[in-house]
């Protein structure tokens, strides 16, 4: 069984329209029996794999309480939390990858098969989403939800769709789910960026779209062009924003996990407490910044919005 920490509405109705939407419903991942450090061979991002070498590969003890500290946030703006089943040994951190909601759909993803196992703690739980709702992705369609963002009339997804694709164990969305959900929301101006990856170098490595751009408030982003192959894609996005509504970050602020916020409302962020400089431009936007300590976390190469996945906003 899922965890709740509130009473479940059952149906769950997903809707997500944007990034920012009043966030009533989501799931925030575990670090409960995250298991011993992955060995070298184990290791599926360059975060993770720099922290085991330096020996400062995060503790289970400490991330479960940073977790639970985003969680006692997230209630205290009477957001409902649904925390997955417990698997044993099995890293569950990064509830956003294993599915995405867009528009009044909710999407199974198909994610790197090292992660294969982590969907299961969540299915008791998407058993309430009306069956009309729920999409599985066709076994072609390489997606992650770290990698899809709807923005309002904007379908923005972050993909690889080099040769090499196979090979890269950080590239987790295709071409292949770039097609499908441009047929899938016919409507949608579909909008994909192709991002660097790399499976040793943090700083050379966008893992996910969440991890190199990030939409706040009403207007504006927060962006690494660095993360982007194509400077193109970084100037549609500048002249989409306006320059003057874009927080950009250096490529090892990419690597700290900078972009990766995470919106209560357009009114209300959530960073961490260590960015200083973000922080500050983003309280100067007008936004209502939450700090908390969430350091460990971004050793595994996710933040805050990785370690959610949003299932009612409302609109
Ligand atoms: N959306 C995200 O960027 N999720 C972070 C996933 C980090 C995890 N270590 C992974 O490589 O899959």
């Known amino acids: ?20 939407g009043r966030l009533k419903a989501v799931v925030l991942g575990t670090a409960v029996s995250v298991g011993s450090a992955p060995s070298m061979d184990e290791v599926y991002d360059p975060s993770s794999r720099a922290h085991l070498l330096a020996g400062t590969y995060p503790k289970e003890e400490d991330m479960v309480v940073e977790m639970e500290g ?30 995405f909601v867009v528009e009044d759909t909710f999407f199974r993803s198909n994610i790197l098969p090292l992660r294969e196992k982590e969907f299961e703690a969540i ?17 072609e369609v390489h997606v992650e939800g770290g990698d899809v963002m709807p923005w ?34 016919p409507q949608k101006e579909v909008k994909a960026f192709e991002l660097i990856k790399s499976a040793t170098v943090a700083n050379q490595n966008a893992l996910h779209l969440d991890c190199c751009f990030q939409p706040v408030g ?38 700290g996990m900078h972009c990766n916020v995470f919106s209560i409302s357009p009114e209300v962020v959530v960073s961490e407490k260590h960015f200083t400089r973000l922080n500050t431009w983003l309280r100067e936007q007008g936004l209502t910044v939450e700090e908390i300590q969430y350091a460990e976390i971004s050793k595994q190469g996710g933040l805050l919005r990785c370690s959610t996945l949003p299932l009612i906003r409302q609109y």
């Open 218 to 255: 009403k207007n504006k982003a927060i962006i690494c062009p660095d993360g982007f192959m194509q400077q193109e894609d970084v100037e549609w996005i500048r002249s989409f924003f306006g320059a003057e509504n874009i927080f950009e970050v250096t490529a090892d602020e990419m690597a």
């Open 70 to 99: 985003f969680q006692s946030l997230l209630q205290s703006y009477d957001v409902q939390v649904y925390r997955p089943t417990v698997l044993e040994n099995c890293n569950q951190i990064f509830a956003r990858d294993i599915g």
């Open 152 to 185: 309002g009339d904007y379908l923005f997804i972050g993909a690889y769709t080099q040769k090499d694709y196979p090979q890269q164990i950080t590239a987790r969305t295709n071409q292949a789910a770039i097609d499908f959900l441009t047929e899938y929301f």
């Open 1 to 20: 069984m899922y965890t709740k920490t509130q009473e479940v509405d059952s149906p769950i109705k997903p809707r997500v329209q944007d990034e920012t």
């Open 123 to 139: 299915e008791n739980l998407v058993a309430h989403i009306p069956e009309k709702q729920f999409q599985v992705c066709p076994e």
